[in-house]
Each structure stands twice: as C-alpha cells, then as structure tokens.
C-alpha cells in the first residue's frame, strides 16, 4: 500500500519550563536509538545525556561501511552517537529496516541525525535525499563538516514495519549517524493519520541555552534554544 502523504510542515513552539514532564513514559521500552557505523560485534552503550540505551546497526541494514569521523571534528563533549557513520557508495536506494517492538504505535516521532565530519577524507559536502519506505521524506543538505544535522517526521506506521531508505542523487554518497524511533500517543498529533505526516521545520524552546530531549521531554522530543528562525534542525 502506497500512502498519499500530504507531508504538512509544522511548527513546534514551547516554553522550557513547560517541558518538565518527569516520570517513565509507559511505552519507554519501544524506544529505539541506531547508532549508525558501530562495528558489527558492538555490545552497545547507554547515552551519557538522555541515559537511553544505543545499539548499532548492523542488525537493521544489510550494505554500506562503516567509518568514523575524522578526529578532527570530535570534541570533548561530544556524545559517542556522532564519532561514527555508515555510508553508502554502492547503489542508488539502501535502506535500514525496523520492527518496532511491543504494542506501541502505530504513529512514531522517527528522526535522523547525520554529521559529515571528514569521515571519508575527501572534504566533500553531500546532497543526498532520505526516504520513509517509498515516500520522500527530505532532501539532506550538509552544510559544513561539522554541523550536525537533524530531519524529522511523525508518521503512521504501516504493517508494523519501519523503512529509512538514502537515495543518492548524484551529489555526492549518502551517508547516516544515527536512527531514532519514539512511539506517540495518537491524541498527541491527531493530523497524522495513515495517509498523512507531519515533516518538522523547527522546535524551539525558550528560556534556557541548552539543547532539551529526554527525560524532561518524556517523548524524546529535541527541543533547541530559541536564536532565530531557520528550516534546518541543528545543534549549531
């Protein structure tokens, strides 16, 4: 079944304080982190900043290589998801496929991180697009080797199954830093439906500098400080 995705943009706007919902969502357990490039035989880790457990992903996709970013772009506090990366210089459409576990769903928050950082030494910005199963989900523009980039959709998830697929588009080969999938009570955006998602622009926050996800955002939500308007989600 092929959905009719309007893709409506939205706009997510909240005060930081009123993001302080503390507790255990009950469907934390749904929660799947993709530490994109970590060797095939990586135990994981748990996140030094949200606590939630990383996996890696060669159980998810079957091509690509894994690298890590050039040692010039890891800074001191840097989180561990972003030292590695899997590309994809062979064919034109790779996929990761997900089976998200338990009852949760079916509307998920699914989120891509990607930062380039050197990691192929060729200094080289891509321009690739990202896919969700056979719907075009956005076109992910690298800007700089060290600017970490989020996309971000709310979507139906059909049949049980999750599908993240980078197409090259000749400019340059896609590549990923890590997969996120978060399970959404379906009255907290009533608009999603099985023919229709929801693609982020921004989500600020205001009243604080620091970035604000899990646990004071029991979604796993990104909050960003408030600086100035943009389309582009980035930690910089």
């Not at 830093?177 to 608009?191: E, I």
């Not at 996800?213 to 029991?218: C, H, I, K, S």
Request: aromatic content about 12%; proline content about 6%; overall charge positive.
């Amino acid at each position: 079944m092929v959905a009719r995705w309007l893709l409506p943009l939205v706009l997510l706007l909240g005060l930081a304080g009123v993001l302080q919902v503390h507790g255990q969502v009950d469907k934390l357990a749904s929660f799947i982190t993709i530490d994109c490039g970590l060797p095939e035989n990586s135990p994981g880790y748990m996140d030094n900043i949200t606590k939630l457990r990383a996996t890696g992903d060669a159980g998810f996709t079957n091509a690509g290589t894994n690298h890590n970013i050039s040692t010039e772009y890891i800074t001191p506090t840097m989180g561990w998801t972003w030292h590695t990366v899997r590309s994809f210089p062979i064919g034109v459409r790779n996929c990761y496929t997900i089976r998200p576990v338990g009852s949760a769903g079916p509307n998920y928050l699914i989120r891509a991180f990607f930062m380039y950082g050197n990691y192929d030494g060729l200094d080289r910005l891509p321009i690739f697009d990202i896919y969700l199963g056979v719907n075009y989900w956005k076109t992910v523009n690298i800007t700089g080797a060290d600017i970490p980039l989020i996309v971000e959709v709310i979507a139906y998830v059909y049949g049980g199954i999750v599908q993240v697929c980078l197409v090259n588009t000749g400019s340059g080969t896609p590549f990923i830093t890590s997969l996120g999938l978060r399970p959404l009570k379906t009255t907290l955006y009533p608009q999603v439906n099985a023919t229709q998602g929801l693609v982020l622009i921004t989500r600020s926050s205001f009243g604080t500098n620091k970035t604000v996800r899990y646990p004071d955002d029991a979604y796993d939500r990104v909050w960003l400080p408030w600086t100035k308007p943009h389309s582009d989600q980035s930690f910089k």
